[in-house]
């Protein structure tokens, strides 16, 4: 019961195709844990009944000894569980600087103030500028989202997800798209991330995973595989196989 | 970012004198056609609320005029029962355009796409219908004659000339716009425009999305009861012409010729489209429909951002011009 | 008895003229994603070809329906090259605004040309005589309608189930680029979905004009209607519209003969309700 965070036998169906089966794990704060696999193993869709973006068939999701489930996407923001996407969903015509500081006036419940100036509360100001300061995106954060470079606009999602306090936040590949040169800065943000919070990571570049995680799960096929130290997994026969033999497409058929 | 504020504060007192001094003109110049030119500012409101959830909340609608005539009729029915304070008889159009956007915002926030245009539509339809068929209350399709308003403050009262109902309605146009421009630049305005652009990231920022646009509607409800308002005062008469379809699809037209999404878009759209309408109608209506349609097809192929969209990128385009150069 | 008897074949005849004309509408929108608002503008024009061949030239009502059909289509080619094209896969509101606009251009030229007045179009002696069913007797004109509208129904089916061309238009319509991709010519898949929309929408502009009279404002006037329908329905999907067409058609005349004063106060109050219930109508795809 200590754990921060546990989902129980999720499932999820899509007409006859289960594209998660029966996937429990459990987080406790401050974990750092990759989740991992082939292309379709239902990583993103994961991410998605875990945040509440769809609905699972069976299964629960449990946030601090109390039963999400049932709950829509935006509550369970509220009580802690934050993503970011995979694909960057930022607002185009909007600077860093205003989506940070639309996020924090949200988390404090001023966001749906209809009178009030949306620049210039001094305590949001100093927290939107140690956030953007942290992930190094001071100097653009008065450009235009659509301005600036994929990696920016990458980290700028991560500092969203920041500026919800989040108790455990979801990394739907972090770095994907981002060039290699750019891999480093996001590379670090992760690491400045706060040690109390727990992380799940869903990633293909194998060297960010084997030096951030603790721990590595590996989903195929909708279930989970594996789940180990991250030196563990390149040896795994069934990892192998799942990543170099048909068995995701096997076990789809069957 | 106090220099960027300052210089927005700055620009926005310079477009709100301008507006001002565009009235003033109006008045000087035009003295024959009050009328018509207070006519203009009821259908700017009614404009401006169409912005308000088309332009920066993303919501296509083409029944505005059902707020628009909730307002009218609201103010037309208290005046004949003898409420003709002006100013109350504008707090009256507002507060019952609000509640007409409240219901809108309620039903047609259910569906989404072509659904929601045709809810849009048929909601127009039915206040259209019910308009017509609550006679008693409405005058049906005869209207709704013999608003006697009395004087604004007591003392200015409501001449044939439209001399009051103008500058009344200019004073109107003028605070609705300020207080616009504070609700689109809140935090709440910032979302409506997240929201517009992307609800599932919105969602994940922890923020509902139903509640914030049926707030908006209910905002532009009053904004367009007040225009609804200020025509019933102006002209005397509501008519079953201030609930329809076609001032509905008219309004998104002037809407869409200025610009989605900018205030001062949907007042020169308002009143360029206006100002055409009445030259060219004149002449012959029929005219003017294909001539209506020609310019709807010239802004989508030409112009997408409407005459400020056009603005916009020619300002835009100098400005990088300039920072080329230096 | 009677009266119900009457009710449900006037609501019958003139839910099948709504369902042929709107079944093209149905198909551009659900198949080709455009929302095109000036789909009754076309079954206007053919009306005025029908008309003008039928009573001006003295023509016989097939030879005039059939003129009507292809002249539309003619009519049509230009207007889908240079104008919708330029909005398939445009947002909404942009498709919508566009097609206002041809709408409100064809209102005006056509008035310009023919003037205001409704135009009929004379029926033939069979059509205009009452038939004896057994139990009852229909105007013919009615049961004409009923059979074109089973026909279009059951002619589309095959078209798009067991034809080729109806093999191109579905993996069009599930993924362009991929049938793109495969050999489907889709841009010639899209003119000819929409000439066939077009012509559909004139066979129901010439015999439904009984029911929807002809005249200038006609695009205008029943654009809510026609799009009522398919939003009910569900775009794309034909036995939507048959299910629209007929029930829609029902409220409308059931609410015509008992509550004339009222209007179409109860279509309104229909399409809200069924709309919020179905907001992606009766046999709507999920999106």
């Known amino acids: 019961m200590s754990d921060l965070f546990r989902v129980e036998g999720l499932t999820k169906n899509f007409g006859g195709l289960a594209v998660s089966r029966n996937i429990s794990l459990s987080m406790p704060a401050g974990e750092r844990l990759a989740l991992i696999g082939p292309n379709g193993a239902g990583k993103t869709t994961f991410v998605n009944l875990v945040t509440g973006q769809i609905h699972p068939s069976a299964g629960r999701v449990v946030l601090n000894g ?26 185009s015509q909007m600077t860093p600087e205003e989506h940070v500081t639309l996020t924090v006036l949200q988390r404090e419940g001023k966001a749906n103030r209809i009178l009030s100036r949306f620049t210039g509360h001094s305590e949001v100001v100093g927290e939107v500028e140690s956030i953007l300061s942290t992930l190094g995106l001071l100097d653009v954060a008065r450009r235009r989202v659509g301005e600036i470079a994929y990696g920016q606009q990458r980290l700028l999602e991560i500092g969203i997800a920041l500026a919800l306090r989040p108790k455990v936040l979801l990394l739907d590949e972090p770095a994907a798209g981002v060039p290699s040169s750019d891999t480093p800065r996001i590379e670090q943000a992760l690491e400045r991330l706060p040690p109390s919070l727990a992380v799940l990571m869903i990633e293909h570049d194998m060297d960010l995973v084997f030096r951030f995680a603790k721990r590595v799960v590996v989903l195929a096929a909708g279930e989970i595989i594996f789940e180990g130290l991250p030196s563990e997994v390149a040896a795994n026969e069934k990892v192998r196989e799942a990543y170099l033999g048909n068995y995701a497409h096997a076990r789809r058929i069957a | ?122 909601i127009v339809q039915l206040f259209h219908e019910a308009a017509n068929k609550a006679s008693a209350y409405t005058g049906g399709s005869d209207g709704l004659a013999g608003l006697m308003v009395s004087p604004l403050f007591g003392m200015f009262a409501f001449d044939l000339w439209g001399r009051t109902a103008y500058l009344f309605g200019l004073a ?99 009143v360029i489209f206006m100002g055409f309408e009445h030259f060219v109608s004149a002449i012959n209506p029929f005219h003017w429909m294909t001539m209506v349609g020609a310019l709807l097809i010239a802004v989508v192929l030409a112009a997408p951002g409407g005459l400020s969209g056009l603005l916009d990128r020619f300002s835009a385009s100098g400005h990088r011009a300039k920072r080329g150069k230096a | ?39 009754g503008a076309f079954a206007m024009i053919a009306g005025y070809i029908a008309s003008y061949a039928a009573r001006d030239l003295g023509l016989g009502y097939a030879v005039a329906i059939f003129l009507a059909i292809i002249g539309t289509v003619i009519i049509s080619i230009p207007i889908e090259r240079l104008l919708y094209r330029r909005i398939y ?26 003037g205001p007045t409704l135009k009929t179009i004379p029926l033939p002696g069979s059509l205009s005589q009452p038939i004896d069913v057994g139990f009852k007797t229909i105007a013919a004109h009615r049961l004409f309608v009923m059979a074109c509208g089973l026909v279009v129904a059951g002619g589309l089916w095959f078209l798009i189930e067991k034809t080729d061309f109806g093999i191109k238009l579905r993996a ?5 680029a991929m049938a793109d991709a495969l050999g489907v010519r889709t841009q010639v898949v899209y003119a000819i979905s929409f000439a066939i929309a077009i012509g559909l929408a004139a066979l129901g502009g010439v015999v439904g004009a009984e029911f929807l009279p002809i005249e200038p404002y006609y695009a205008l006037r029943y654009m809510v209607t026609f799009l009522v329908v398919v939003s009910v ?44 219930v179905f907001p992606r109508g009766f046999f709507g795809r999920a999106q």
Request: glycine share 12%; proline share 2%; aromatic share 8%.
């Open chain 1, 66 to 91: 109390e039963d999400v489930t049932k709950l829509g996407a935006v509550r369970r923001v509220r009580k802690g569980l934050v993503r970011t996407f995979q694909v960057t969903r930022l607002f």
């Open chain 2, 172 to 270: 109107l146009l003028v605070l609705v716009f300020i207080i616009l421009k504070f609700v689109v630049s809140s935090p709440f305005g910032m979302l409506c425009r997240g929201i517009k652009q992307d609800p599932i990231r919105i969602r994940a920022m922890g923020s509902f999305v139903f509640p914030v646009l049926l707030k908006m509607f209910v905002i532009s409800g009053a904004v367009a009861g007040m225009g609804g308002a200020l025509a019933a005062i102006s002209t005397q008469v509501v008519g079953l012409d201030s609930v329809s379809f076609e001032l509905s699809a008219n309004a998104l037209v002037m809407l869409v010729l200025g610009g989605l999404g900018s205030l001062y878009g949907a007042l020169v759209g308002t």
């Open chain 3, 233 to 276: 329905g569900g775009a794309g999907s034909i036995p939507g519209a048959v299910v629209a067409c007929l029930l829609l058609g029902a409220v409308d005349t059931t609410g015509r003969y008992l509550m004339p004063e009222f209007g179409n106060f109860f279509f309104y109050a229909a399409v809200i309700a069924i709309v919020c």
């Open chain 3, 1 to 39: 008895m009677q009266t119900v008897l009457s009710i449900a074949i006037d609501a019958f005849a003139y839910g099948m003229a709504l369902f042929i004309i709107c079944i093209g509408l149905s198909l551009t929108m659900g198949l080709m994603r455009v929302v095109n608002l000036a789909h």
């Open chain 3, 89 to 114: 896969g445009s947002p909404e509101l942009t498709q919508v605004l566009m097609t206002i606009g041809i709408t409100f251009c064809v209102i005006g030229i056509t008035n310009y040309f023919f």
């Open chain 2, 1 to 122: 970012m106090s220099a960027s504020t300052d210089r927005r504060w700055l620009r926005d007192v310079i477009g709100i004198a301008l507006i001002i001094a565009a009235g003033l003109a109006g008045y000087w110049l035009f003295p024959d056609n009050l009328a018509l030119l207070t006519r203009v500012i009821a259908a700017a409101l009614l404009v401006l609320s169409i912005d308000l959830i088309t332009g920066y909340c993303g919501v296509a609608t083409l029944g505005q005029a059902s707020l628009f005539g909730a307002g009218a009729y609201a103010a037309g029915i208290a005046c004949v029962n003898g409420i003709t304070e002006p100013v109350t008889l504008i707090l009256i159009g507002a507060v019952a355009g609000s509640v007409a956007g409240l219901l809108m915002g309620t039903i047609m926030l259910r569906a989404h796409g072509l659904a929601q245009l045709v809810l849009s539509i048929a």
């Open chain 3, 172 to 176: 069009t319509v599930d993924n362009a």
